[in-house]
């Protein structure tokens, strides 16, 4: 009992470290832990993404419902026709014609003239250049579904599934110190260490 008073305190001091990470930087954090990832059409899991199903995941987890089609997220936030992209942003694309729909592709914006998506079966989940790449002559589209405030400042859901899974093992739980009064205090934090310390940190719900 008393190890576990101790995470959730420690817990506490990190999400309030934490609490300065915007939810832009957050979603870029989120888009990026698939990077590599396999392409599935119609997929809207881990297990497999088309393009409108990795936005609609990546936002989900940051409690923003997008629809499902690439079409009908196209709808939802303000355009931007200045092309003052920001982070955060969704950038659309008529990348086939013969599907008959002004928008059949969609990215999210990271910065410096890149975004990430689910481009397809042989490519998988990747990072491309707006500039360097043939997806610059076939953006149509862009809108911004953050709020300013939502900008500047997110607090995030720190119980993630890997975490709780780490409080609540038995796996023991010793924490390091500067005074070192025992040999174990050299010891790791086992699973609670490699969740913290993981690509997700402490971030997704």
């Not at 990470?21 to 392409?39: M, P, R, S």
């Not at 409690?63 to 709808?75: F, H």
């Not at 490519?123 to 500039?131: E, Q």
Request: charged share 20%; proline share 3%; glycine share 6%.
């Amino acid at each position: 009992m008393r190890t576990k008073l101790i995470l959730l305190t420690l817990l506490s001091i990190l999400i309030v470290a934490k609490s300065n990470q915007n939810q832009a930087t957050t979603i870029e954090t989120l888009a990026k832990t698939h990077l590599g990832g396999k392409y599935s059409w119609g997929g809207t899991t881990p297990k497999g993404f088309d393009c409108s199903g990795y936005t609609q995941y990546i936002y989900k987890q940051v409690g923003i419902n997008l629809p499902r089609t690439a079409y009908a997220q196209s709808k939802i936030g303000r355009p931007i026709t200045d092309k003052s992209y920001q982070k955060g942003d969704l950038l659309f694309f008529l990348t086939d014609k013969k599907r008959g729909i002004p928008i059949t592709h969609i990215g999210i914006y990271l910065e410096n003239n890149q975004f990430i998506h689910a481009a397809s079966s042989k490519k998988g989940i990747i990072i491309s250049d707006l500039n360097r790449s043939r997806y610059g002559s076939l953006l149509v589209k862009a809108t911004r579904v953050l709020t300013q405030e939502q900008q500047e400042i997110f607090y995030p859901i720190i119980f993630t599934a890997k975490l709780k899974e780490a409080i609540y093992s038995n796996s023991r739980v010793i924490f390091k110190t500067k005074t070192k009064t025992k040999k174990e205090n050299n010891s790791s934090l086992s699973k609670l260490e490699q969740a913290i310390k993981s690509d997700t940190k402490v971030i997704l719900p």
